[in-house]
């Protein structure tokens, strides 16, 4: 099934319309549908080289399926046939030997190296520029590189190749009764790889919350040779080379595989829905439970904003909902516990709690895996909410618990008056994707009508205001969506000045001209 | 009270002298009973410069107590008089304007900068060497810098200065009824600085276990200005700067300061101590609560050899100490699924499980209170055996639970091999510090006869043993001692290559003249 070139998913997947319009016109009226513009693909600077020709193309429709990611922005433009980032050729490698073929043509041809797992990043991070020496671009779409390659299932970890897609890799770990539970927005079209690269933020609101946690070691291809880490489950021998690879969103070297922590699927699993009048109350009731030791698997506090846009509540309340799960034993006692914290704090849980210890019963049906089918369904209506003529992104941040209540003050306010002075009215909504002991990662939704041809401007406005208010607060530009260009001016503004020196340091050892993904977290020119 | 010059501790609390008696006679027979020479302490090869003279000294005493760190070949050689390392001065700055003077004249004179916190490293990472370009060394004794500066008691975070010594740290903290909970076996003569520069592991044997965990941001001085990371619970903005600064032992920088994960005093507790006939079902039974998501605070497998040498059991039964804590609830139902997982694998729980639930009662009088003093008094147990005659080390390691039978066979055969060939006869012992979902961490203690004045020759031959089994085997050769100078040559056989040169980038990047700590991590010549 092909995809949709510039929205999310299969283009026959991709219709969330009437459910956008309902959610949208209900803050703005009646809105009108617009199609896509057929893309315009530029021709491509260079032939494909012979080194590359097994396993590349410089087809027009695979280049414009390579030209961006799937941010607001690169949708817009797709949607309008903007394909004019496309690369010059795309190859797909079956081995580390291809793609060591590649970095020599491009060294020696003086091009741009794009590493493409998913190309579900929002923050540009896979999107072909050149620096001031390339001629040209090869994307390395690393789709073919998608297998399970060995399980160990005693230390429960397994050997997986980095193109592997979410889906894909779960039914690989599947077969084995493992699974690896990380469950980004994106994971249908997002892959491995790039979870590494960007440090992604999945399935689990507290402790091994981020890919980082669930990474043992890991193999980087980088044009100076390989950078392989230790098969162990810890060590304190000097820095840790893999959290210099986690994050390293391609300029560093192409992750080609790893060493993943996978587990059994849970079986038993506990529930529940607790909702608060007061707001701060439902933030105190959150940190509870967040320094209680608990650890539950889902630990979303939704604002009434937030819950009224996702149906989950329509009375003003805020909805903190907590899941616990566990392939060992019941859950029962840490849900008990849990919710008699939020109830201290004036929570009330009008649909009681939900426990499932029955092993044989079909994970179909559960709680989890619906709000999973709803998550999931978030980047198919930001399609038609563009299609609407309704300006939609999410933005994220952490921060401290004690840093948290001015800042979402602050954040609110300043992106609501942007959006009355940019869209003439708007609505910003907030909940905490992970919430850790010392604080939560905020995740904010905002939605404005847009002005059509001049939604990228709107859009960067909105931005502007949304990014500088975060670091006024206190807050990071990212917690999960990485930095790739779209945050740079920020990251640098938050990044330690001597650790941008360190980190171009390593660049000028590990790329010394320069190839891989320029302008994508560092500078082109090293 | 004056420390002990070459040995743990105070000078009157050094006498643990009947107690190794016991142990080692059980083994060796009648032991005659050494005492220590007096101390040689080379003249220094320059005068302290002027800048430094308000807050620095060249005396002999001073110089001597900065020599060298403590372990086996350290205590050795302290207790026969060569202090023949001493830097030529030690700076104790009052605050960062003198640690940039420190660093400022180290480049003018060309001395090498020794960082210092309390002296305990057992890999030589604090003893003074100098590179090619030095002609001096100053010891920075950060001891000054002590203060906990700032709480923040909603967040659950305290801004800490790095020269704060395990107990001082512990006192600052209870006056806000908070602890760090971090308990190295060298919490009373070991600082919060040392404890991140060389990724120490402390007290939680499951989850946030190692000091990376408990650091929310560090602040470091380096010679060309200051790294300060942000103050979030996480963030997904690159690589993780916290990451290259934990482990840097003194080689990038001197840390100065760390905003540090605080939580309150647990008040609920349950132990457990399940007993093995077969240590292959102990293993078992200890992976299967490591990964059950349960997270005990205490969960260590002393082997039959381990329970015997400590007193915990004497008929051949291997022991799995398990122990659960928390401030907020009981901890009941985590202990009782943990001891019905270990007894699932044939693990019998002859004096039942403890649960204290009771907020009022002392803490003084539970078995996590006694195990931790037993603990603490390891060191001076060491120093009783240098001058009974009796070599005897720790070294450690992580492995993956596939790893671990073959590892543990082989190292403890190779190290009673190497015992018998150098010393005549000796003891393997091995226990468990940490577990992770992935694998455990082996802690092995030895103890052979020395020959009188070769015991330096006797450990190389047995340290060398032991390492290059732990790397055959699949271990690292560190999990929480650090690398220092002693382990570097296995050390730069785990690293991968081009990590080490982006080591060393990082180094030319933040330390151009290699002032800092040379032949510790990374070679002195960067």
Redesign the interface.
Same mark, same amino acid.
């Given at each position: 099934m092909a995809r949709n070139l510039w929205g999310w998913g299969e283009v026959e997947a991709a219709d969330a319309l009437d459910d956008s319009r309902a959610r949208a016109e209900a803050f703005f009226g009646p809105l009108e549908v617009e199609d896509a513009a057929p893309p315009r693909v530029p021709a491509p600077r260079l032939e494909v080289p012979a080194a590359l020709q097994a396993f590349s193309t410089a087809d027009a429709a695979t280049r414009a399926a390579h030209a961006m990611g799937k941010s607001y922005v690169d949708r817009v433009r797709g949607f309008r046939g903007d394909f004019s980032s496309a690369p010059d050729l795309v190859a797909f490698p079956r081995g580390e030997a291809d793609l060591v073929a590649v970095l020599e043509v491009a060294d020696a041809y003086r091009l741009a190296v794009i590493p493409f797992g998913g190309g579900s990043s929002v923050v540009g991070g896979v999107e072909p520029r050149l620096g001031p020496r390339h001629r040209g671009a090869v994307t390395v779409d690393l789709s073919r590189l998608r297998e399970v390659l060995e399980v160990?299932d005693?230390?429960?970890?397994a050997r997986v190749q980095a193109g592997v897609l979410g889906p894909d890799l779960e039914r690989q770990l599947g077969a084995h009764g493992l699974t690896l539970r990380h469950f980004p927005q994106s994971f249908e079209y997002s892959s491995l790889g790039g979870w590494l690269a &960007? +440090?992604?933020?999945g399935h689990f609101a507290t402790?091994y %919350?981020?890919i @980082?946690e669930l990474t =043992?070691a890991v193999r980087l291809v &980088?044009p100076?040779?390989?950078?392989? *880490? $230790?098969?162990?489950?810890?060590? /304190?021998?000097?820095? @840790?080379?893999n959290?210099?690879?986690? /994050?390293?969103?391609g300029a560093l070297g192409l992750i080609t595989e790893a060493w993943m +922590?996978v587990?059994p699927r849970p079986v038993f699993r506990g529930n529940a829905s607790v909702h608060f009048e007061d707001f701060q109350r439902a933030v105190d009731a959150t940190?509870a439970i967040a =320094?209680? /030791?608990?650890?539950p698997a889902n630990c979303r506090l939704l604002d009434a904003q937030e819950a009224f846009l996702n149906g989950v509540a329509a009375d003003g309340t805020s909805v903190l909902v907590l899941g616990f799960e566990?392939?060992?034993?019941s859950v029962g006692?840490?849900l008990d +516990?849990a919710v008699a914290?939020a109830e201290a704090h004036g929570g009330t849980c009008p649909r009681g709690k939900t426990l499932k210890d029955d092993a044989g019963k079909a994970r179909g049906g559960d709680a989890g895996d619906s709000w999973r089918a709803s998550f999931l369904r978030g980047p198919y209506l930001q399609d038609a909410m563009i299609r609407l003529g309704v300006v939609a992104d999410t933005f994220e *941040?952490?921060?401290?618990?004690?840093?948290f209540p001015a800042l979402y003050a602050e954040v609110t306010q300043v992106v609501r008056e942007a959006l009355e002075r940019v869209c003439g009215s708007g609505v910003v909504t907030c909940r905490f994707t992970?919430v850790?002991? @010392?604080?939560?990662?905020p995740y904010f939704t905002f939605l404005g009508k847009a002005r059509r041809g001049g939604e990228v401007e709107q859009w960067i406005e909105l931005k502007r205001a949304a990014s500088d208010a975060l670091l006024r607060c206190?807050? %990071?530009?990212?917690?999960?969506?990485?930095?790739g260009r779209v945050?740079r001016s920020w990251?640098e503004r938050? +990044?330690?000045?001597?650790?941008g020196?360190?980190? $171009?340091?390593?660049k000028?050892?590990?790329d010394p001209s320069g190839l891989l993904n320029p302008g994508v977290?560092l500078d082109a020119e090293p």
């Amino acid at each position: 099934m092909a995809r949709n070139l510039w929205g999310w998913g299969e283009v026959e997947a991709a219709d969330a319309l009437d459910d956008s319009r309902a959610r949208a016109e209900a803050f703005f009226g009646p809105l009108e549908v617009e199609d896509a513009a057929p893309p315009r693909v530029p021709a491509p600077r260079l032939e494909v080289p012979a080194a590359l020709q097994a396993f590349s193309t410089a087809d027009a429709a695979t280049r414009a399926a390579h030209a961006m990611g799937k941010s607001y922005v690169d949708r817009v433009r797709g949607f309008r046939g903007d394909f004019s980032s496309a690369p010059d050729l795309v190859a797909f490698p079956r081995g580390e030997a291809d793609l060591v073929a590649v970095l020599e043509v491009a060294d020696a041809y003086r091009l741009a190296v794009i590493p493409f797992g998913g190309g579900s990043s929002v923050v540009g991070g896979v999107e072909p520029r050149l620096g001031p020496r390339h001629r040209g671009a090869v994307t390395v779409d690393l789709s073919r590189l998608r297998e399970v390659l060995e399980v160990d299932d005693v230390s429960r970890v397994a050997r997986v190749q980095a193109g592997v897609l979410g889906p894909d890799l779960e039914r690989q770990l599947g077969a084995h009764g493992l699974t690896l539970r990380h469950f980004p927005q994106s994971f249908e079209y997002s892959s491995l790889g790039g979870w590494l690269a &960007t +440090r992604a933020g999945g399935h689990f609101a507290t402790v091994y %919350t981020r890919i @980082d946690e669930l990474t =043992q070691a890991v193999r980087l291809v &980088t044009p100076r040779g390989v950078v392989e *880490t $230790k098969t162990v489950p810890a060590h /304190g021998a000097g820095p @840790d080379a893999n959290r210099l690879v986690l /994050g390293s969103e391609g300029a560093l070297g192409l992750i080609t595989e790893a060493w993943m +922590r996978v587990r059994p699927r849970p079986v038993f699993r506990g529930n529940a829905s607790v909702h608060f009048e007061d707001f701060q109350r439902a933030v105190d009731a959150t940190r509870a439970i967040a =320094q209680s /030791g608990l650890f539950p698997a889902n630990c979303r506090l939704l604002d009434a904003q937030e819950a009224f846009l996702n149906g989950v509540a329509a009375d003003g309340t805020s909805v903190l909902v907590l899941g616990f799960e566990s392939a060992d034993a019941s859950v029962g006692p840490w849900l008990d +516990r849990a919710v008699a914290l939020a109830e201290a704090h004036g929570g009330t849980c009008p649909r009681g709690k939900t426990l499932k210890d029955d092993a044989g019963k079909a994970r179909g049906g559960d709680a989890g895996d619906s709000w999973r089918a709803s998550f999931l369904r978030g980047p198919y209506l930001q399609d038609a909410m563009i299609r609407l003529g309704v300006v939609a992104d999410t933005f994220e *941040t952490a921060c401290t618990w004690r840093a948290f209540p001015a800042l979402y003050a602050e954040v609110t306010q300043v992106v609501r008056e942007a959006l009355e002075r940019v869209c003439g009215s708007g609505v910003v909504t907030c909940r905490f994707t992970h919430v850790y002991p @010392d604080g939560p990662a905020p995740y904010f939704t905002f939605l404005g009508k847009a002005r059509r041809g001049g939604e990228v401007e709107q859009w960067i406005e909105l931005k502007r205001a949304a990014s500088d208010a975060l670091l006024r607060c206190g807050g %990071t530009i990212t917690h999960h969506h990485a930095v790739g260009r779209v945050h740079r001016s920020w990251y640098e503004r938050e +990044r330690p000045a001597l650790f941008g020196e360190a980190l $171009k340091a390593v660049k000028r050892a590990w790329d010394p001209s320069g190839l891989l993904n320029p302008g994508v977290l560092l500078d082109a020119e090293p």
